[in-house]
C-alpha cells in the first residue's frame, strides 16, 4: 500500500514571480515532483517521505 502521506518542501531562494500548477491522476510521486523540479529550475532530493525543492541558482 502506497504512503499515506508526504512533504514537500520549498527552499527559499528561487525566483517568488514563478508558478507552477499541475493536474495529476494516477501518477508516481517521485516521477511527478522529478518533472516539477526540472520545469521550475530546481533541484530535487528526499529521505523518506520528506521531498527537498532547492532551487538550482540562488540570487
Given at each position: 500500500m502506497p504512503p499515506s502521506g508526504i512533504n514537500i518542501v520549498l527552499k527559499?531562494?528561487?525566483d517568488e514571480?514563478?508558478?507552477?500548477?499541475?493536474?495529476?491522476?494516477?501518477?508516481?510521486v517521485n516521477?511527478?515532483?522529478?518533472r516539477c523540479a526540472e520545469l521550475s529550475h530546481h533541484?530535487?532530493?528526499?529521505?523518506?517521505?520528506?521531498f527537498h525543492l532547492t532551487p538550482a541558482t540562488t540570487k
Open positions: 527559499p531562494g528561487g514571480t514563478a508558478h507552477l500548477t499541475v493536474s495529476l491522476k494516477n501518477v508516481l516521477d511527478t515532483l522529478r533541484k530535487l532530493t528526499h529521505t523518506g517521505l520528506s
